[in-house]
């Protein structure tokens, strides 16, 4: 990296991407709580109170549209660096469907929940098989052992559960539920 980290170790390139991700998930987080953030929530629930208190919205949005390209960028750039290529299928429109899902399944309004979205989607496409196998074997139903040929089919079970159960997403539901813990004590 710039000749000043060799990258050909995986402990190296471990190290860069778990800093780059912190780097981007600590900027989201100033930007969030910053007066820049305090307008967009402001855009985003009245935008016509926010151009009356005299706020250039098309500005604000442009410019949010900006840092959303630009940890796109980030994010792509960083997983080139990984795999050492890029291929289309990472701008096929599949790609954005699964955003929106790892979104929602996670929590939507929420820092954490589309983090925790992303990590169960992505397990649950990586290991599905595996969890079929073993189901297959457990219960001696040979059924399951074709779940890993069907990811989508169980991902769109999981969002269609998550937008009927846990409108919040499950983040924003565990949030919930221990709001009402405490104001219960």
Not at 19 to 42: D, M, N, Q, Y
Not at 147 to 175: K, M, P
Request: charged letters at 15%; a neutral charge.
């Amino acid at each position: 990296l710039l000749g000043l980290i060799d990258l050909s170790s995986d402990l190296h390139l471990y190290y860069l991407v778990l800093a780059i991700c912190i780097a981007g998930f600590a900027l989201i987080v100033r930007i969030i709580h910053s007066p820049f953030g305090t307008v967009l929530k402001a855009v985003k629930e009245n935008e016509a109170r926010a151009v009356s208190l005299g706020y250039d919205v098309d500005k604000y949005k442009l410019l949010a549209f900006v840092l959303s390209a630009a940890l796109a960028g980030l994010a792509g750039a960083t997983k080139t660096l990984v795999l050492g290529f890029e291929t289309l299928t990472d701008v096929h429109w599949t790609m954005s469907g699964l955003v929106v899902l790892m979104t929602l399944v996670g929590g939507m309004g929420t820092l954490v929940g589309p983090v925790v979205g992303a990590v169960l989607i992505i397990a649950l496409e990586n290991k599905l098989g595996d969890l079929g196998n073993a189901l297959a074997n457990l219960t001696q139903v040979d059924w399951f052992r074709g779940l890993g040929d069907s990811v989508t089919i169980v991902t769109g079970l999981i969002f269609i559960i998550c937008v009927l159960l846990f409108r919040r997403g499950i983040v924003g539901e565990l949030a919930a539920l221990l709001r009402t813990s405490v104001r219960k004590s």
